[in-house]
């Protein structure tokens, strides 16, 4: 069922890890490029990250893409070589950092946390409101509210929001996004992912447990998982997710993307 006084159409394709289109009304929105083959190795000296999926989707197969939400670029599971092919000449929202090592695209837009910028993408009048993230210590990283007017009001008032996640852990300042917002559907990169550091391995994603929460104490109407397969670092896969979805009773609530599939969302 739809959330109140929403008039628009939300389809979400999925790619592969963080990666995929956000259709809202034609307007296509594509979330942390990565297009990497099978293989695909990347030293990061603490660890070699590698891919063990093809994405569904290659450059040559997309739509034309309006703009881009880049949760940050320095990590190749969220920004590959072939995906920063896309960024230039595009607009592209990122972190403060990131708008800075991206220079000179001069359509790269640095978002501070809670920041937010009225914009024109394709036609369409968005607020797009940068949100914190708990990831890799030293690294920025953002999430990202977006909000239309044809998504509407809540009952209590609030405007409808989508909210892509970005890499982050669940912590408390995320639920002043609650405080808005009505998220009406919660994008999250998941796969519970673990830094190997000195002192020990971090969690640096959220796990399925931290999605159910955030989940319940958002209110949102529907959890779409996304970034838990398909790399070796990520120790929470599909299966796992769904039984941990299953054990707090938001089974219902989840919409589960197929790569290469567009699926429906509202």
Known sequence: MSPSNLNSNITITHIGTAT???DIDGVKLLTDPVFSPAGTEFDM??????????????????????AVLLSHEDHPDNLDPLGRQLLDGRLVFTTMDGAKNLAPRPAVRGMKPWETVTVNIGGKPFEVTGTP??????????????TTPSFGTSPDGLPN?????????YFEELNQIASKFH????????GDARAPLPEGPLQITM????????????KADVLVPMHYESWGH???GGDELAKVFAEEGIE???????????????
């Open 234 to 236: 990520f120790t929470q």
């Open 45 to 66: 000296g603490l660890a070699v990250l590698k891919i063990h999926e093809t994405p569904a989707l290659g450059l040559e197969d997309l739509p034309p893409i309006d």
């Open 133 to 146: 993230c708990q990831h890799l210590p030293g690294g920025e990283c953002t999430g990202f509210v977006l």
């Open 252 to 266: 219902d609530q989840v919409c589960w993307l197929v790569p290469g599939n567009s699926k429906k969302v509202f």
């Open 207 to 218: 796990d399925g447990k931290q999605a159910a929460d955030l989940l319940k104490a958002f």
């Open 183 to 190: 998220v009406m559907a919660a994008i999250v990169n998941l």
């Open 161 to 169: 929001a989508i909210w892509f996640s970005g890499d982050t852990v």
């Open 20 to 22: 995929a289109i956000i």
